[in-house]
């Protein structure tokens, strides 16, 4: 079970998504989980792209 879960949600978060995504990357957490709740082509893609 993970020891920390990320949900990002709102409204025109696509400024953030990339920024977040490079964030949670440049630190070891082993135990966490990140969720990312795709809406729209732009967002999915970017998703993608930092998936491990």
């Known amino acids: 079970m993970a020891e920390l879960s990320v949900v990002v949600h709102g409204p025109n978060v696509q400024d953030h998504l990339t920024e ?15 969720i990312v709740a795709a809406v729209g082509d732009w967002a999915r893609e970017t998703a993608e792209r930092k998936a491990p």
Request: a negative charge; charged letters at 20%; proline letters at 7%.
């Open 20 to 34: 977040l995504l490079d964030s949670l990357a440049a630190h070891s957490l082993p135990d966490a989980e990140v």
